[in-house]
């Protein structure tokens, strides 16, 4: 059933069916795979595996968040708890929104999803796997199974604002890991373009400014301008939820506090 709906949590396609965007006649729900809702830890405890299938609610505390602090931080920030405990990061890949709150945090980690069908299983890289707003490369015959993400040896933080506190789509949003064994940082950038970018230019300039492998305090007119670098990247617009100028004010700062709290002046 090539037009069938692929259902996790629901979450995402209810809302579409909600405002009559989407009429699904045919629906394929994943909740009773119970391979997709476990998650481990490799033998050399260097990357973890999280199934498609597993919700926000265990990505909050826990071993999961102890390895990945980022993707709990940003776990938190999903809806209500009801929401998090349906929702997951498979549904946030087939959906592939730029406003999904799991989606900087895999591109701040070069995660690689994974993908099988009835005759093949395909890793993807999360750089090539969204190709634009709610696109990405995932076949008719292919679900998504899981996402790969390294265990880092640095400091990593996720952000967001929105038009208010809690339960809010994101205007705009931002996730920093520090890679302490190779001294480079990887930022990452939610709701202010087609695709979440990565910030290629700032971390490549904070890199030449400052030491990312050691524990140094970082120089607050280092991180501005790492910060303004970062905003120049983004691609925001005008929308319901924000202006273009408001969404690169807040990258500005987003990625100065981030870059502040993984280099703090204690």
């Given amino acids: 059933m090539p037009d069938a709906h692929i259902v996790a949590g629901g979450t995402d396609l209810m809302v579409e069916v909600n405002f009559n965007r989407r009429k699904p006649t045919d629906v394929i729900a994943l909740k009773g795979v119970s391979e997709l809702g476990t998650w481990a830890v490799s033998a050399d405890g260097n990357f973890v595996t999280i199934g498609a299938g597993v919700p926000y609610c265990k990505m909050e505390s826990g071993e999961i968040a102890a390895l990945l602090p980022a993707l709990a931080q940003a776990a938190r920030t999903v809806g209500s708890p009801q929401i998090r405990a349906a929702g997951t990061l498979g549904g946030n890949l087939g959906t592939c929104s730029p406003a999904g709150d799991g989606l900087p945090v895999l591109f701040a980690l070069d995660a690689v999803v994974h993908l099988r069908s009835a005759s093949n299983n395909r890793d993807v890289p999360i750089h090539d796997f969204m190709v634009g707003v709610k696109r990405n490369v995932r076949n008719v015959d292919e679900i ?39 001294g480079s940082a990887h930022l990452a950038l939610g709701s202010v373009g ?3 970018i990565r910030c290629r230019q700032a971390e490549a300039w904070v890199a030449l400014h400052h030491d990312l492998s050691s524990s140094t305090p970082i120089a607050p007119e280092v991180a501005k301008e790492f910060g303004e670098i970062a905003a120049s ?18 990258i500005s700062t987003m990625s100065r506090r981030l870059m502040l709290r993984a280099f703090p002046n204690e």
């Fill in 194 to 196: 087609p695709t979440i």
């Fill in 233 to 250: 990247e983004a691609r925001p617009i005008d929308d319901h939820r924000s202006t273009a100028q408001y969404r690169r004010h807040a």
């Fill in 144 to 182: 998504i199974t899981g996402v790969t993400m390294p265990v880092r040896s640095g400091w990593q933080g996720y952000s967001k604002v929105g038009v208010r506190n809690a339960m809010v789509i994101s205007t705009a949003s931002a996730c920093l890991s520090i890679d302490k064994t190779n």
